[in-house]
C-alpha cells in the first residue's frame, strides 16, 4: 500500500501558476502509475494526468499544453505543474497511485491509494 500527502495548493489569479506537489510512502512507488485527479464543487471527480511508473504521461484535454506531471522515484514525490490558469480549474486534487503494479489505465477504480486533497482556487 501507497500513503500519499498532497501540498501546494492556494488562491492564484487567473493565468497564474501553481506547483502541486505528492509525497508517497511506501516500498512499490516506483513501480506504479501514479495520477492526478480533481474534483469540483457538486461535479464528479475525474481525471487530470497520468505518469507511469517510467515516465509516459497522458492529459485531460482541458489542460493539455498548460500542466505537466512529472515524478521523481528517488524522492517519491509526484507533482503537478499548472501554468495558465483558468476560473475552471477552481478544484480539489487529489493524488493516486494505481492498485496494480507497472500497469497503465485512467479508471478511478484502478487507483487505490489516495491523498486527503489540495484546494485549487482560481479568482480574480
Known amino acids: 500500500q501507497v500513503q500519499l500527502v498532497e501540498s501546494g495548493g492556494g488562491l492564484v489569479q487567473p493565468g497564474g501558476s501553481l506547483r502541486l506537489s505528492c509525497k508517497a510512502s511506501?516500498?512499490?512507488?516506483?513501480?506504479?502509475?501514479m495520477g492526478w485527479f480533481r474534483q469540483a464543487p457538486g461535479k464528479e471527480r475525474n481525471l487530470v494526468a497520468t505518469i507511469t511508473w517510467d515516465g509516459r504521461t497522458s492529459y485531460v484535454g482541458s489542460v493539455k499544453g498548460r500542466f505537466t506531471i512529472s515524478r521523481d522515484n528517488v524522492k517519491t514525490t509526484v507533482d503537478l505543474q499548472m501554468n495558465n490558469l483558468e476560473p475552471a480549474d477552481t478544484a480539489e486534487y487529489y493524488c493516486?497511485?494505481?492498485?496494480?503494479?507497472?500497469?497503465?489505465?485512467?479508471?478511478?477504480?484502478?487507483?487505490?491509494?489516495w491523498g486527503q486533497g489540495t484546494q485549487v482556487t482560481v479568482s480574480s
Open positions: 511506501g516500498r512499490t512507488f516506483s513501480s506504479r502509475t
Open positions: 493516486a497511485a494505481h492498485r496494480q503494479l507497472f500497469t497503465w489505465s485512467t479508471g478511478q477504480r484502478d487507483f487505490a491509494s
